[in-house]
């Protein structure tokens, strides 16, 4: 379970540039779900996401993972139980590491690795079982270097690595963005299927009303740095791309945050 107490965090303190990023934003997340979040730029999602995986600390409030403490633990430390996929695909990966050098990291993440890490021939034939479901002829490139995959590919080998030690937390910041429509939707339908089988909590942030819609079993949607709903169940199944620019209208009062692209 996690539960965010009351987290403030400002940018640019006391300057002209002050923006207050995060304002008193409280929030419990219970094991097992998945959390889509909406909000138009600059309503502190990435943020949120930053101060939950270590990148940032808040200026005021706490973050408690599984009933533990985790506000002032830095990054490095989180990553044994917290998993991230960013937007960029090329942020996930060593490019100069082969495939089955990316994997064998990625499964002792937040661990001492001492001196023997290295690939295995039994870590290489569970890699190749592994990477054979993806369908992406990766099982036959172990040996290939990250760089030379396709952005589909890559974002799609960092969703495998986050998941191979089964994090705590599973966050993902806007995973397909940079990828066209095809790589996207195989890439999401993949990160939904990982979520299923290993029953991960999950908050996942989007631009996309129909992704948020059509993911995950709740969905909140952040503006000035609050929650300004938090819909869930049957509330969240019914919804439709027009009823929820309707539903948010009043608070965004700008429908300019559905775009042609989020409606795809």
Request: aromatic share 4%.
């Amino acid at each position: 379970m996690i539960r965010l107490n009351n987290l403030t965090k400002i940018f640019n303190k006391g300057t002209a540039d002050e923006k207050c990023a995060i304002n008193d934003l409280s929030l419990q997340i219970n094991a097992g779900d998945f959390v889509t979040v909406i909000g138009s730029n600059g309503a502190g999602k990435t943020t949120l996401l930053n101060m939950i995986s270590g990148a940032y600390f808040p200026d005021k409030g706490t973050i408690l993972i599984d009933g533990n403490d985790v506000t002032k633990i830095p990054e490095h430390k989180r990553a044994r139980y917290i998993g991230r996929v960013f937007q960029d695909p090329l942020r996930g990966t060593a490019a100069s590491m082969s495939i089955e050098e990316n994997l064998a990291m990625a499964e002792i993440r937040g661990r001492k690795r001492g001196l023997k890490w290295g690939v295995t021939r039994a870590k290489r034939d569970r890699y190749r079982e592994i990477l054979r479901v993806l369908e992406l002829g990766l099982e036959d490139r172990l040996k290939d270097a990250a760089g030379m995959l396709s952005g589909g590919q890559r974002q799609t080998l960092t969703l495998l690595m986050v998941t191979l030690s089964i994090p705590k937390l599973l966050l993902l910041d806007e995973h397909t963005a940079a990828l066209d429509p095809k790589t996207a939707h195989k890439v999401l339908t993949l990160s939904n299927q990982m979520i299923e089988e290993n029953t991960l909590t999950t908050i996942m942030v989007t631009h996309n009303m129909k992704q948020a819609i059509e993911y995950g079993n709740r969905m909140i949607m952040m503006h000035e740095g609050r929650v300004q709903f938090d819909m869930s169940g049957e509330k969240k199944q019914n919804l439709s791309v027009e009823a929820l620019v309707k539903s948010f209208g009043a608070v965004l009062k700008d429908e300019t945050l559905l775009t042609a692209s989020e409606t795809d």
